[in-house]
């Protein structure tokens, strides 16, 4: 039974899951890096926690060692008796077996971004959105806020390395909320502070085009809350339209931003700068990751961190110390013979942040890079654009397109992308093949693998084949 806005306000009112004993929450895709980190939350409650999951991960390993049970089949008696409620993915098959007993029993059948919505009801909320950046920011600013002893709660849309998890908690209320424009899910979050990264249009099989696509984030900035405030990157403010109270501009390539970037150096693989914000000069920040877009992340955060009145010292020592989320920019090799990176880059401007970022900290290495296209429509949808972006590349091998929740669109493959290539520079390729070219290289200066489907489970055996 799926609920209807007010009658979920209606049944979490009635049912206080906090004080519930003998409380099962149940998920479906609970491996999932949005569900994952929902999951740990209530298990940290103390309230009992299953699921489904389609495949076994480290994530989901992990997640069993903390006490969670998950079960990797579609069967309808591994459901335990006494479950108060359900949260689904959308990624869940409208004929799973599972998710189908669920609605024609009569239970509570919740979107994770509806439960999320309840949880940060009554709280303090930073909430990051945007097309790309809004893992790594939304990670950072919860690093500096741990780090600093100010202190928060995190719901992260990855695995956070200084942490190893998508999940923090604290007893001060506040959250630090990775905000997913995906099926519209960041229009049921009010924040006290936002932050819009980017907006360049994706996920067009639900949005339709790109004036629906931005509209979403119009709305979003609709609702923070009163007297909260919404930093945005310069040039994202079309016609001013952004709804709040107070706007900060930021940008890390131009001084007409309110909060910028100045006297930027690289040394070494870091990135080293200053920070102009609200005419104070903020001197001697170190950031060591790859990627000038990460010094715009690394630069909103530090906003963040001012406007909540957290010390300078501190916010500096926690850039330096911030290690990263795992497949954001990931080192897997840093040698003087080689560097390996791993990136969950799957869009054509990440794709473009993250190889002419590579090329800038390595400009005399040749860079190969292996890619898996995720999604039919949006291979469809920016075939041309992913050419481009790889082209940035000296040699390029792509894998076969990564369904995910999709069937597969006819004409729509990756040879659509490799058409809109220099023909000398991209060879498409299976597993397979890939793992066997790679052994026959004599020498490999920079491999970069990027995707956001299943090519992390690549990485190790590129790892030992290069090691």
Same mark, same amino acid.
């Given at each position: 039974m799926k609920l209807s806005t007010n009658d979920i306000n209606e049944f979490f009112e009635k049912v206080d899951i906090n004080q519930s004993k003998g409380a099962i929450i149940y998920f479906l895709g609970i491996g999932g890096i949005g569900m994952s980190a929902i999951a740990r939350y209530f298990n940290a409650k103390g309230i009992k926690v299953m699921g489904y999951d389609k495949t076994e991960t480290p994530l989901t390993k992990k997640m069993s060692e903390e006490g969670i049970e998950i079960h990797y089949e579609d069967k309808i008696e591994l459901i335990e008796k006494g479950v108060s409620f359900v949260v689904y993915t959308p990624a869940i098959p409208k004929d799973h077996k599972e998710y189908n007993y669920f609605l024609n029993n009569g239970y509570v059948v919740?979107?994770?971004?509806?439960?999320?919505?309840?949880?940060?009801?009554?709280?303090?909320?930073?909430?990051?959105?945007?097309?790309?950046?809004?893992?790594?920011?939304?990670?950072?600013?919860?690093?500096?806020?741990?780090?600093?002893?100010?202190?928060?709660?995190?719901?992260?849309?990855?695995?956070?390395?200084?942490?190893?998890?998508?999940?923090?908690?604290?007893?001060?209320?506040?959250?630090?909320i990775e905000a997913d424009e995906y099926d519209r899910s960041f229009l049921r979050l009010n924040p006290d502070i936002a932050v819009i990264t980017a907006m360049d249009p994706d996920h067009l099989d639900i949005y339709?085009?790109?004036?629906?696509?931005?509209?979403?984030?119009?709305?979003?900035? !609709?609702?923070?809350?009163?007297? #909260?405030?919404?930093?945005?990157?310069?040039?994202?403010? /079309? =016609? @001013? &339209?952004?709804?709040?109270?107070?706007?900060?501009?930021?940008?890390?390539?131009?001084?007409?931003?309110?909060?910028?970037?100045?006297?930027?150096?690289?040394?070494?693989?870091?990135?080293?700068?200053?920070?102009?914000?609200?005419?104070?000069?903020?001197?001697?920040?170190?950031?060591?990751?790859g990627g000038m877009h990460n010094v715009e992340n690394a630069l909103v955060s530090i906003a963040v961190a001012k406007v909540l009145k957290i010390e300078t010292e501190k916010i500096?020592? !926690?850039?330096?110390?911030?290690? #990263?989320?795992?497949?954001?920019?990931?080192?897997?090799? /840093? =040698? @003087? &013979?080689?560097?390996?990176?791993?990136?969950?880059?799957?869009?054509p401007q990440e794709l473009e942040a993250l190889l002419s970022g590579a090329k800038k900290l390595y400009p005399l290495?040749?860079?190969?890079?292996?890619?898996?296209?995720?999604?039919?429509?949006?291979?469809?949808?920016?075939?041309?654009?992913?050419?481009?972006?790889?082209?940035?590349?000296?040699?390029?091998?792509?894998?076969?397109?990564?369904?995910?929740?999709?069937?597969?669109?006819?004409?729509?493959? !990756?040879?659509?992308?490799?058409?809109?290539?220099?023909?000398?520079?991209?060879?498409?390729?299976?597993?397979?093949e890939l793992l066997e070219n790679i052994k026959q290289r004599k020498k490999t200066d920079l491999l970069i693998t990027a995707g956001a489907g299943d090519i992390d489970m690549l990485v190790n055996p590129l790892k030992n084949i290069l090691n």
């Open positions: 919740l979107k994770r971004s509806e439960v999320l919505a309840w949880i940060t009801k009554n709280t303090f909320n930073i909430c990051v959105a945007g097309t790309h950046g809004k893992t790594t920011t939304s990670s950072m600013i919860a690093h500096i806020l741990t780090n600093s002893g100010y202190g928060c709660n995190a719901f992260l849309g990855g695995i956070a390395a200084n942490y190893d998890t998508n999940f923090l908690i604290n007893a001060n209320n506040v959250c630090v339709e085009n790109e004036e629906n696509f931005r509209h979403a984030f119009v709305e979003f900035s !609709s609702k923070i809350k009163p007297n #909260g405030i919404l930093l945005n990157r310069k040039g994202l403010e /079309k =016609n @001013n &339209d952004f709804v709040c109270d107070k706007k900060i501009t930021y940008a890390v390539d131009t001084e007409n931003a309110d909060i910028f970037v100045k006297n930027l150096t690289i040394q070494n693989g870091s990135y080293q700068f200053d920070v102009c914000i609200e005419n104070e000069m903020m001197e001697g920040f170190v950031l060591n990751m500096k020592e !926690s850039i330096a110390n911030f290690k #990263g989320v795992k497949r954001r920019f990931e080192y897997i090799i /840093k =040698n @003087n &013979d080689c560097i390996m990176i791993d990136d969950y880059a799957h869009h290495k040749k860079c190969v890079v292996i890619f898996q296209p995720h999604l039919y429509s949006r291979t469809r949808d920016f075939a041309k654009e992913f050419g481009e972006a790889l082209n940035l590349a000296d040699e390029v091998l792509i894998l076969p397109i990564y369904p995910a929740r999709e069937v597969p669109i006819p004409g729509v493959t !990756s040879e659509l992308i490799a058409k809109s290539m220099n023909p000398e520079k991209v060879k498409c390729i299976n597993k397979e």
